[in-house]
């Protein structure tokens, strides 16, 4: 029977490592074909430019310039500069964002809430509204004379350039706070009961136990979205774009993913839209792994 037996291993062996490919493999192919592919190409295209040969007569041509994109790319201003309005995008997004979607959550998994199912879809009824639908809905919100709330408010510009960045944050967290503080409340849904009975029985009371229990507990909850946050922020484009020709607040380079359509679109220059898109990349994969590794040690 031991005999037997190790005739079979090679056979059941190989059986194991076809069933491990067989449910690993789609994923790596698709993987491979969304992800490593465009990256791959736009790497490719961020290392040639477009030349004019003679005295423009010839036509151009495309010839390579290895990191010249790149160099290029980041001694431009319009490129710098929208780094400038995504720090400030986020120094007013994130924490609006990650406090109002936890307060949100911990009021809903309180004894105090009524109607919680109908809070809970209500309050993520706006994160399945497309981007661009979004940003429509609010641009008319926004025009004076077609706005009740400008008229009400006296005039106020809110596609001036002063208060144009406030209003792509209000666009922003319309659209995901709901859907943060679903993550949140589900992660409170898991905290044992007996868990949250100590600290009663230990004298907390719902706000005691609220910051000092159950927001430790679901920890992980909040470094992932504040990871998904930053990672957005950094893609910042619908909202801006839909604003952008009514606005004289926002270019078409206002953010780092404009520059790289204006590039690519108004431009045609496909070499430095694909150096802006790789930078891009790769600062978005080093705050990645700065965020993981800060929430991994606290």
Known sequence: MTADTQARA?????????????????????????IVAPL???????????????LGFGGAETVF????NYLD???D?????????????????????????LGL??????????????FQLALF????????????IWLYLYLPGISPIVDLLGGVNFLGGDQVLGSVVNIALWEWVGYNMIIYFAALQAIPAEVLEAARMDGAGAIRTALSVKVPLIRGAVITTVLFTIIGSLQLFTEPMVLDNVSDGIVSTWTPNMYAYNEAFGNNDYGQAGAASIILALLAAVLSYVVTRWGNRR
Request: overall charge positive; aromatic content about 14%.
């Open 10 to 34: 090679p056979g059941e062996d190989w059986r194991r490592r076809g069933a491990i490919l067989l449910f690993v493999g789609p994923f790596f192919a698709l993987f491979a074909a969304v």
């Open 40 to 54: 791959a190409y736009a790497v490719y295209l961020s290392l040639f430019s477009e030349k004019s040969s003679g």
């Open 65 to 68: 310039v290895g990191l010249g």
């Open 73 to 75: 790319t980041l001694a």
């Open 77 to 101: 201003r319009a490129f710098t500069d929208g780094f400038l309005i995504i720090l400030g995008y986020c120094l007013f997004y994130i924490p609006l964002m990650i406090g109002g979607a």
């Open 105 to 118: 959550a911990l009021l809903l998994d309180s004894g105090l809430a009524r109607a919680k199912k109908f």
């Open 125 to 136: 009824m706006p994160h399945i509204v497309p981007g661009v639908i979004a940003g429509l």
